[in-house]
């Protein structure tokens, strides 16, 4: 039987203060429910990627708390294989995955413990996440290599053929991580998630759909064009690392930028995205 104490925790932060984390703060309220919060604290791995230190970390009734600090913004999918071994040095059998703004409901952990404990076939659990407009963000339709936002779906067993769970709040199985080969560091933040599952997929092909709501501030409502831009540039990074395993993979992924180009022309009215694009265009492999 999986208890809490067997989930390694880990919280990735920018610019946030951990005790400002909607994401810690509602948690912390959802393990002071558990029973077991009582006998020991729960292992949280912080990965902050904010370009300054933030310690020391708060007092907590109900976390055992590990900061790691990079200054450099190494990205996501550093931070989570990071603290995947550090949860396999403290001999943890999940990996619980949260950004700095997802809203937990109080009953979280009973219902993450409730699907794992039911269902130790499966080595995928996923929440289902609402953003900003209603619509379900995760798990999402996958078309053609990238997520589409659905407006419903049901807790049950699902295939990641069909539809594919966003990072935050993904819960997996910390051996099964390490056997598909964890996250691809060469993609920091966009798509990060996608590349798992694709590697995820070859070995395992179902996982399993909460019966939990999230609410996450999404960051497709960004309107400062500064941001945009920005933000902008590490996406086509980010797309240029992704891993190939077909030709279509390629023609599928430069038809992403395109899109994601053509959407951030119009709403910036910037013709620094075009520029900005074509420059991606001669110097990469996409």
Same mark, same amino acid.
């Given at each position: /039987?999986? @208890?809490?104490? #067997?989930?390694? =925790? ?7 203060? $951990? !005790?400002?984390?909607? *994401? ?71 990996? /619980?995955? @949260?950004?700095? #703004?997802?809203? =937990? ?7 993450? $413990? !409730?699907?794992?404990? *039911? ?168």
């Amino acid at each position: /039987m999986i @208890l809490s104490f #067997d989930i390694q =925790f880990v919280i990735v932060l920018y610019k946030c203060k $951990l !005790e400002e984390s909607i *994401s810690f703060v509602s948690l912390s309220a959802a393990l002071a429910k558990q029973p077991d919060s009582q006998v020991a604290k729960h292992s949280l791995y912080v990965y902050d990627n904010s370009p300054y230190i933030q310690q020391p970390t708060p007092e907590s009734n109900v976390w055992d708390i590990c900061y790691q600090s990079d200054l450099a913004n190494g990205g996501l999918s550093i931070a989570y294989n990071t603290a995947a071994q550090y949860a396999k040095n403290n001999n943890k059998k999940y990996l /619980m995955l @949260l950004d700095q #703004d997802t809203l =937990f409901p109080e009953n979280s952990l009973a219902v993450y $413990l !409730e699907g794992i404990n *039911s269902h130790p076939d499966i080595k995928l659990f996923a929440p289902i996440m609402r953003i900003q407009n209603g619509q379900i963000m995760s798990p999402c339709r996958y078309i053609y290599k990238w997520g589409k936002l659905i407006d419903h779906i049901v807790p049950r067993v699902d295939n990641l053929a069909v539809h594919v769970p966003v990072n935050s709040g993904l819960c997996i199985h910390l051996e099964s991580y390490f056997d598909v080969g964890g996250y691809n560091e060469k993609v920091k933040i966009d798509g990060a998630d996608f590349q798992f599952i694709s590697r995820f997929q070859k070995k395992h092909q179902q996982f399993y759909i909460l019966d939990l709501t999230l609410h996450q501030d999404f960051s497709m409502f960004e309107e400062d064009p500064d941001k945009i831009i920005t933000r902008y540039k590490l996406f086509l990074k980010d797309v240029n690392n992704f891993e190939t395993h077909h030709w279509l993979d390629r023609f599928y992924f430069y038809r992403i930028i395109c899109i994601r180009t053509l959407k951030l022309t119009l709403q910036t009215r910037k013709l620094e995205i075009m520029r900005i694009f074509f420059k991606n265009l001669f110097q990469s492999n996409v």
